[in-house]
């Protein structure tokens, strides 16, 4: 099964290809992706099918994959942390997180069988009360770019967070059962 994931996320690509032999990566260009208002559930849906849109026809593969991830403020459902634009900003949304509960939402669309199916999950991240000089750190590391929130679960913020409830996947940027969607596919084409 050749998939194409239409993804800049280095995160993104590698979580496919652990499980995938042949995958290719090649990122959308021109996709607004702006949030809309409403419920950070409602505005991740509404980028990843913005993404799904802009996907051009036809493709030299058997699936592709488009998705999304925000981290929801803790303080207002309807108002999103995307990806910091700078390192004040990155510190900012780091400070705002520190030492408090937060949802990541999640929306991967995959299209396969000539049909989209797009899910959406939500994960609860906590992070613990870290010190200035690992916040420092942290923006030090870089590993805030390109990151929903200002952080990677996975890499430098994996020491002070934990997950609360809900997969590791959503918080990484795919939901749990595209994963597994992704796995019945494999066994099918």
């Known amino acids: 099964m050749r998939i194409l994931l239409a993804s800049a996320s280095t995160r993104r690509g590698l979580i496919l290809q ?5 995958v290719v990566q090649k990122p959308l260009t021109n996709v607004d992706e702006r949030v809309p208002r409403g419920p950070v559930s409602e505005q991740v ?25 925000l981290v929801e403020d803790p303080d207002d459902e ?10 004040t900003h990155a510190t ?7 030492g408090r509960r937060h ?3 999640s929306a991967t669309s995959v299209y396969a069988m000539e049909r989209w199916n797009t899910t959406i999950e939500c994960s609860i991240v906590e992070f613990s009360d870290f010190s200035d000089d690992v916040l420092v750190e942290l923006i030090e590391s870089h590993s805030w770019k390109g990151k929903a929130g200002g952080y990677d679960l996975a890499g430098a913020m994996g020491e002070y967070a934990r997950l609360v409830e809900g997969s590791e996947s959503t918080v990484l940027g795919f939901t749990e059962e595209s994963l597994d969607y992704l ?6 084409l």
């Open 92 to 98: 900012s949304m780091l400070l705002r997180l520190r």
């Open 183 to 188: 796995d019945d596919l494999s066994q099918l």
């Open 18 to 22: 652990e499980r995938f032999s042949d």
């Open 45 to 69: 849906q509404q980028v990843s099918l913005r993404k799904s849109s802009a996907v051009s026809f036809p493709i030299d593969a058997d699936v592709v994959v488009v998705a999304d991830t």
């Open 103 to 105: 949802r990541v939402w």
């Open 78 to 87: 309807n108002a999103s942390l995307g990806q910091p634009e700078d390192v």
